[in-house]
T-cell receptor, first 110, second 111 residues
C-alpha cells in the first residue's frame, strides 16, 4: 500500500512569490492535514481538509490556504511569501484517530 | 489549549545504554498519544500509538507508557544503537482535530 506522498521535495522561492505544495493521501483516507515545522519550533497545525471541505485551520494568516480535490489529494498555497515561511511542510492523511505522515516539502524563501 | 512538553531537549549516550524520554501534557482528556521518530530533514515515522484506555505499548526495543491522570508518557529505548540517533516527537490527540506535538528530544547514540 502506497503511503502519503508529497511534491516537490524541495522548493526555493523569493519573498513575495507564491508557493504551491501538493499532497496525495493514502488510498481510502478522506482527511488531509497540513503542518508546518519551522526551525526551532515544534510542528504547528495549519489546515485540515475532509471530504473536499476545509474543516479547520490553525493560527496562521489567510495567505496560507489550500484545497482538496475530489480524489482527496490536496494543495497548500502560500501567497506573498515571507522569509519566516521557510520550513518543512508536512502533510498527513487520516482514518479514525490516526494520522500518517508524508516525507514533507522543504520550502526555502530567499 | 493542550500543551505538550518533552524533556530532555537533547540527549547524548554511549551505545548500549538504556534510556528514557519524557513527555508531559496539560489536558488529560486525550484520545491517544503517539511517539514518532524524525531523521534530519525528513518526515515522521510512527513508532508507537497508545490509546487512552491503554497503559503501554511495546515494539521491539521500544516501550511506551501512558499515565493519563498525571499527564505523562515515557518512551523507553533498550540497548541503544547508533541507528537510533534521531529526534523523537511525542504527539497527543485530544478532542481537537489535529495532533499536538512537543518540540522533541534530539538523541545521539555514540559508538
Amino acid at each position: 500500500e502506497a503511503g502519503v506522498t508529497q511534491s516537490p521535495t524541495h522548493l526555493i522561492k523569493t519573498r513575495g512569490q507564491q508557493a504551491t505544495l501538493r499532497c496525495s493521501p493514502i488510498s481510502g483516507h478522506t482527511s488531509v492535514y497540513w503542518y508546518q515545522q519551522a526551525l526551532g519550533l515544534g510542528l504547528q497545525f495549519l489546515l485540515w481538509y475532509d471530504e473536499g471541505e476545509e474543516r479547520n485551520r490553525g493560527n496562521f494568516p489567510p495567505r496560507f490556504s489550500g484545497r482538496q480535490f475530489p480524489n482527496y489529494s490536496s494543495e497548500l498555497n502560500v501567497n506573498a511569501l515571507e522569509l519566516e515561511d521557510s520550513a518543512l511542510y508536512l502533510c498527513a492523511s487520516g482514518w479514525g484517530e490516526t494520522q500518517y505522515f508524508g516525507p514533507g516539502t522543504r520550502l526555502l524563501v530567499l | 489549549k493542550q500543551e505538550v512538553t518533552q524533556i530532555p531537549a537533547a540527549l547524548s549516550v554511549p551505545e548500549g545504554e538504556n534510556l528514557v524520554l519524557n513527555c508531559s501534557f496539560t489536558d488529560s482528556a486525550i484520545y491517544n498519544l503517539q511517539w514518532f521518530r524524525q531523521d534530519p530533514g525528513k518526515g515522521l515515522t510512527s513508532l508507537l500509538l497508545i490509546q487512552s484506555s491503554q497503559r503501554e505499548q511495546t515494539s521491539g526495543r521500544l516501550n511506551a507508557s501512558l499515565d493519563k491522570s498525571s499527564g505523562r508518557s515515557t518512551l523507553y529505548i533498550a540497548a541503544s544503537q547508533p541507528g537510533d540517533s534521531a529526534t523523537y516527537l511525542c504527539a497527543v490527540k485530544d478532542s481537537g482535530y489535529a495532533l499536538n506535538f512537543g518540540k522533541g528530544t534530539s538523541l545521539l547514540v555514540t559508538p
